[in-house]
């Protein structure tokens, strides 16, 4: 794994996406790490001839993220858990992939100030 | 004719073992566009793992029924990698024989599956009847048929002694034969062949687009696949990835049979491998840090994201599944397909919703 | 060959399944089916008890009891590996299914590998929420 670029804007994600497809990388999925101060830390996984690779963005919670489903159409759905279990926003992109909103745990993988996972 | 017709399938249908819904938009006979609706079974295994990193070694377990060893041995991996510690090589190669064990049931109960979609009960229940005797041997081999609980940070929980070596040399052997004679039957039975030959085409392109993996990905094309890393003891062995170019439910479906078949050729190879040694290795204090470790399940890559931070419970854990890439890309595979397909279609990707919606 | 050619030396075959209440269930020797304490042996030292990745076990050191949640076990062999005096152990027999949640009272008065059976009420021994 190596070690990234320690968080570029989030508008760079589009252009990365392109140029990783462009090159043959395979998606392998998109992980959402809650920081613990309202910002997000995106780690988009990547598999180039059996390497690793990763690169990571910082968001705000609620910012909305450009979605890079429409370069991979295997991400809607990443996006979409993300959106669930995070309460991210990606642009174009409908919530409710394993939640059913408004009647399940909202964003359960959120830090709440009174417990610590 | 113009007008569309919404059919939805699922999530209680005959030809799934779990639940999952696709709604199909018809056209006549044939489907337009299909939608998946999925979370029907979520039960928010990465909250809870992420609770105390040492029972979860028995929860990762439980996120899926037929792929359990390989869930644990990703999640050990995971976290020896963040301790730095490297494991026996002994348990190393324990880790291989179950974890291919593990392959041929899980491939087995998916060629039956799709048998009995097919229409085919009889050519099922042979299926279930060469998966049975593994099942037996892992059960002597590990303590247990489903849910191994062999897998711990640091090594194997119990050793394969020489009578125990003997006993897998032999149900190996007893297996192969088996093994030929469904590779025969599902490679040239004109009910199945006719049932699934050129149906629910993924080409190569698509197979990038929607990311998948494992057998789905190798069938279509994309030679890929993380036992080339040589995690475990795969790097002692000699692998063979099986690779199809036709992309239908045949070619996925045969890609499974002659995986298994493999899986036999690895384990009587690691056999002679296992030399005197230790099986775990004790690990001390709390992991700190963040790792990343990928294991081949029977589905496909499976991948573990682990961030630990020193305490009891874990930052995040991430598990990226293999069936929850695989499984919507029936998104792709539907359009044009007949409506008497699409069990056919959906089964030939091994979809686990277990393991989709954790 | 065809399965037309299989089937037919299906026929001839003996029966694959057993009949199962009857013939036993072919378990291996190895087979971790549930635990067993011997109580002369225990310390109460609650290593079991902490270590159980399920919540099944119950230690009461006043009581001198072990009680064990059937329900809940997974039968991962921890608690056999933590204890210090080996007092646990695991047959291959699984425990009888029950109507209700059933619980193994273990106590030092009841001789080795003997427990008690008790039922808990319908819904209890479900992990806390």
Same mark, same amino acid.
């Given at each position: ?34 920081? *613990? ?22 968001? &705000?919670?609620?910012? &909305? ?8 159409? *295997? ?11 995070? *309460? ?5 992109? &409908?919530? *409710? ?21 | ?26 056209? %006549?006979?044939?489907?337009?566009? +299909? ?24 929860? $990762? ?20 990698? /963040? ?7 002994? +348990?190393? /190669? ?23 979609? $097919? ?21 002597? /081999? ?19 002694? +020489? ?17 030929? %004679? ?62 199809? %170019? ?32 230790? $099986? ?28 630990? /931070? ?18 919507? +890309? ?29 | ?19 199962? =209440? ?5 378990? =291996?020797?190895?087979?971790? !089916? ?88 319908? !819904?209890? !021994?479900?992990?806390?929420?």
């Amino acid at each position: 794994m190596s070690e990234g670029n320690g968080g570029k804007p989030h508008q760079d994600i589009r252009g990365m996406a392109y140029q990783m497809r462009a090159s043959g990388a395979r998606l392998i999925t998109i992980v959402g790490v809650d920081r *613990g101060d309202g910002t997000i830390e995106l780690i988009y996984l990547f598999d180039r001839n059996g390497d690793v690779e990763d690169r990571r963005f910082v968001v &705000e919670a609620e910012e &909305e993220v450009d979605s890079i489903s429409d370069i991979y159409a *295997g991400a809607t759905n990443m996006e979409r858990e993300n959106m669930d279990l995070l *309460g991210m926003r990606f642009k174009g992109l &409908e919530p *409710g992939l394993l939640l059913v909103p408004g009647k399940s745990v909202k964003a359960p993988l959120r830090k709440r100030s009174e417990e610590g996972t | 004719m113009s007008r569309t017709t919404i059919i939805p399938i699922g999530p209680q249908h005959p030809a799934f073992l779990e639940p999952l819904n696709v709604s199909l938009e018809l056209k %006549e006979e044939r489907v337009v566009g +299909a939608t998946l609706n999925l979370g029907y079974n979520h039960r928010g295994m990465e909250h809870a793992l992420s609770l105390d990193y040492k029972k979860s070694q028995y929860l $990762v377990e439980r996120v899926c029924g037929i792929c359990s060893n390989h869930h644990s041995a990703a999640y050990c991996q995971t976290v020896e990698a /963040i301790y730095g510690v490297e494991v026996p090589e002994r +348990a190393r /190669i324990i880790r291989t024989i179950t974890m291919e064990c593990q392959r041929i049931t899980s491939h087995l109960l998916a060629l039956g599956h799709i048998a009995e979609v $097919v229409g085919y009960e009889n050519l099922f229940m042979q299926c279930f009847r060469e998966r049975e005797l593994v099942m037996r041997l892992v059960n002597e /081999i590990t303590g247990n048929r489903v849910h191994y609980s062999t897998n711990v940070i640091g090594g194997v929980k119990r050793d394969i002694d +020489a009578a125990m070596e003997r006993r897998i040399e032999d149900v190996m052997s007893d297996l192969r034969p088996r093994l030929e %004679e469904l590779h025969a039957i599902f490679s040239r039975d004109s009910t199945f062949v006719k049932r699934t030959k050129g149906i629910g085409k993924l080409t190569r392109e698509q197979a990038i687009d929607w990311c998948v993996v494992g057998p789905v990905a190798r069938a279509s094309g994309v030679a890929q696949d993380v036992r080339e890393d040589g995690f475990a003891a795969y790097d002692r062995v000699r692998l063979r990835p099986v690779v199809r %170019e036709e992309g239908d439910c045949y070619a996925r479906t045969m890609v499974r049979m002659d995986e298994c078949l493999r899986s036999v050729d690895l384990i009587e190879e690691c056999l002679p491998l296992l030399k005197e040694g230790s $099986v775990v290795l004790s690990v001390k204090g709390h992991p700190s840090g963040e790792g990343i470790s990928r294991v081949e399940a029977p589905r496909g890559e499976l991948m573990y994201y682990v961030k630990a /931070i020193g305490k009891l419970q874990l930052d995040r854990v991430k598990i990226r599944t293999p069936a929850f890439v695989n499984v919507p +890309a029936v998104q792709a595979m539907l359009p044009g397909a007949r409506l008497a397909d699409v069990p056919v279609i959906t089964v030939s990707l091994d979809p686990c919703i277990c393991c989709t919606d954790r | 060959m065809s399965m037309l050619t299989s089937s037919f030396r299906n026929l001839f075959r003996r029966p694959f399944t057993t009949s199962y =209440p009857k013939g036993g269930a072919d378990l =291996p020797d190895t087979n971790r !089916g549930r635990v067993l304490w011997d109580m002369s042996r225990c310390i109460f030292c609650r290593r079991c008890e902490r270590s159980c990745p399920t919540i099944a076990i119950i230690t009461d050191k006043e009581a001198k009891t072990q009680t064990i949640i059937r329900n809940r076990c997974i039968a991962c062999n921890t608690c056999v590996e933590v204890c210090p005096t080996q007092t646990i152990s695991m047959v291959p027999e699984y425990s009888a299914p029950d109507t209700a949640p059933t619980v193994h009272v273990f106590s030092v008065d009841l001789p080795a590998h003997q427990y008690r059976v008790e039922h808990l009420p319908r !819904g209890e !021994g479900r992990p806390p929420s």
